[in-house]
């Protein structure tokens, strides 16, 4: 008998390759706003936006009021939120929601698979129940899937913006709502795929299901965390289920 019957699999450089597709989507914020693209700018972005989820993880990031009352209305401030801080609060908030339709259609345009992605979605797809567990918008997980050949290898797609408060991995909250969602709720047969330790394997750890860390470019795995299974190539995973 198989061990797993539930498979979560992050999306972005996971099974995408994020970096480029971030990077394709921020030339056309750029062009957008009249100004130049420049490697230190998208720098500064990348690195900007990741720091915008993890302090939004751990709540430091706030609302106004007229925008908690209303779901979809809070993830589009809160995903805006970003663009008026790169841009140093010198756009108003309609430009930033602009920017953020802008941003978010251009991640739809050019999408990249990493190496293996559609291979190990066809292997798993024939002996598990596959679900992309993501942080990033819903509205872009369909076409990025689409665009690689693989939507119809997945089964169930959850998002940090399909749930209540908008919680993300690694929030236990995230995981007891992904559970509520797919209707599965024995933690021992699910197996969470995906690239990062904060979110993936920290996510694991913290509501008692294993992980596999995809280790990508093969980096030091830090005392703190403890994946299940390692892998530095997705076609690996055929070795561990």
Same mark, same amino acid.
């Given at each position: 008998?198989?061990?797993?019957?539930?498979?979560?699999?992050?999306?972005?450089?996971?099974?995408?390759?994020?970096?480029?597709?971030?990077?394709?989507?921020?030339?056309?914020?750029?062009?957008?706003?009249?100004?130049?693209?420049?490697?230190?700018?998208?720098?500064?972005?990348?690195?900007?936006?990741?720091?915008?989820?993890?302090?939004?993880?751990?709540?430091?990031? *706030?609302?106004?009021?007229?925008?908690?009352? #209303?779901? =979809? =209305?809070?993830?589009?401030?809160?995903?805006?939120?970003?663009?008026?801080?790169?841009?140093?609060?010198?756009? %108003?908030?309609?430009?930033?929601?602009?920017?953020? =339709?802008?941003?978010?259609?251009?991640?739809?345009?050019?999408?990249?698979?990493?190496?293996?992605?559609?291979?190990?979605?066809?292997?798993?797809?024939?002996?598990?129940?596959?679900?992309?567990?993501?942080?990033?918008?819903?509205?872009?997980? *369909?076409?990025?899937?689409?665009?690689?050949?693989?939507?119809?290898?997945?089964?169930? /797609?959850? %998002?940090?913006?399909?749930?209540?408060?908008?919680?993300?991995?690694?929030?236990?909250?995230?995981?007891?709502?992904?559970?509520?969602?797919?209707?599965?709720?024995?933690?021992?047969?699910?197996?969470?795929?995906?690239?990062?330790?904060?979110?993936?394997?920290?996510?694991?750890? #913290?509501?008692?299901?294993? %992980?596999?860390?995809?280790?990508?470019?093969?980096?030091?795995?830090?005392?703190?965390?403890?994946?299940?299974?390692?892998?530095?190539?997705?076609?690996?995973?055929? #070795?561990? /289920?």
């Amino acid at each position: 008998m198989k061990k797993y019957e539930i498979i979560l699999l992050d999306l972005d450089d996971t099974l995408i390759d994020n970096l480029e597709n971030v990077r394709y989507a921020y030339r056309k914020m750029v062009e957008f706003m009249d100004e130049k693209y420049t490697e230190e700018g998208f720098n500064r972005w990348y690195n900007l936006d990741k720091q915008f989820w993890i302090d939004f993880s751990n709540q430091k990031i *706030e609302a106004p009021l007229e925008y908690k009352s #209303n779901h =979809d =209305d809070f993830v589009k401030y809160v995903r805006s939120l970003r663009y008026m801080i790169y841009f140093d609060n010198q756009i %108003s908030l309609e430009k930033a929601f602009e920017i953020n =339709d802008l941003f978010l259609d251009s991640l739809n345009e050019l999408v990249v698979p990493v190496e293996g992605a559609k291979e190990i979605l066809e292997y798993l797809h024939s002996k598990y129940r596959l679900v992309i567990a993501t942080n990033g918008p819903t509205s872009a997980v *369909e076409s990025k899937l689409k665009k690689i050949g693989c939507l119809n290898l997945i089964d169930s /797609i959850f %998002s940090a913006d399909m749930t209540k408060n908008t919680v993300t991995k690694p929030d236990n909250k995230y995981f007891d709502e992904l559970l509520e969602f797919i209707n599965f709720h024995d933690r021992k047969k699910i197996l969470i795929i995906g690239d990062s330790l904060r979110s993936e394997v920290q996510g694991g750890m #913290n509501s008692g299901i294993d %992980s596999i860390w995809f280790n990508r470019y093969q980096k030091q795995l830090p005392n703190n965390y403890a994946p299940t299974y390692i892998v530095e190539k997705l076609i690996e995973i055929k #070795n561990i /289920i």
